[in-house]
């Protein structure tokens, strides 16, 4: 079946360091890729998406290009604030759309002042 | 724009007693409608999806049944709850075409004692 794997599971930085946050994929077909992001007692807030092959997601600061070659959609973002510490996760999603997401284990990042 | 709303934002129930959860999304026609479980520091597991009104498709059952309604309103409901139910329950709605993106409420809380 689909699945997602997110290398990091946990991520600790100080403001202003750079965050690589790694999602590699295994899908039989060109599924849709996605980041999300939960804070603490809430439901996850969609980031952005991505649909073909070298496409580039964005939002807040964060970005992922979608690498078909490499089947990866690595987040990234240059200068994290203490914002941004919350649990990070990449899902897919197949063409089917009404299937729903599968998601990885999440990547939890805690910034630090 | 849309809304959604669940409810109850958190409970605590005995084992073996009956759980119902509500969710309510306002501003969309015929979303498509799922529920996901989220352990404690886990990730998303998703239990059910739902395209229209009467129609809801499982994907892990976890013992729990949903149904829909209405065209607005998805509920969870099991008449014994186990203490592997406890968790962190998320409701998603997706638009019915343009695919896969899934925009959550704010989840119930559930834990069982």
């Known amino acids: 079946g689909d699945s997602v794997t997110q290398t990091e599971g946990q991520v600790a930085l100080s403001e202003e360091d750079f965050l690589t946050i790694h999602c590699n994929y295994s899908a039989s077909g060109y599924p849709a890729l996605f980041w999300y992001v939960q804070y603490p007692g809430e439901g996850p807030q969609f980031l952005f998406r991505a649909s073909r092959d070298k496409e580039k997601g964005s939002s807040r600061g964060f970005e992922a290009t979608y690498d078909k070659g490499t089947t990866s959609f690595h987040l990234r973002k240059a200068s994290v604030q203490e914002s941004d510490s919350a649990v990070y996760y990449c899902a897919l999603g197949e063409n089917n759309y009404a299937q729903g997401l599968t998601f990885g284990l999440g990547t939890r990042v805690s910034v630090f002042p | 724009a849309q809304t959604i709303h669940q409810w109850p934002v958190a409970e605590i129930k005995a084992v073996g007693s009956p759980l119902s959860l509500g969710c309510t999304i306002k501003?969309?026609?015929?979303?498509?409608l799922y529920w996901y479980w989220q352990a404690t520091g886990g990730t998303l597991q998703q239990l059910f999806y739902s395209i229209t009104v009467g129609q809801v498709e499982s994907v892990v059952q976890l013992n729990l049944s949903a149904s829909r309604p209405k065209d607005d309103q998805f509920i969870l409901s099991t008449e014994k709850l186990l203490l592997s139910h406890s968790g962190f329950y998320l409701c998603a709605w997706s638009p019915d075409r343009g695919g896969n993106t899934l925009y959550f409420g704010e989840g119930s809380r559930l834990i069982v004692v």
């Open positions: 501003g969309k026609s015929s979303p498509n």
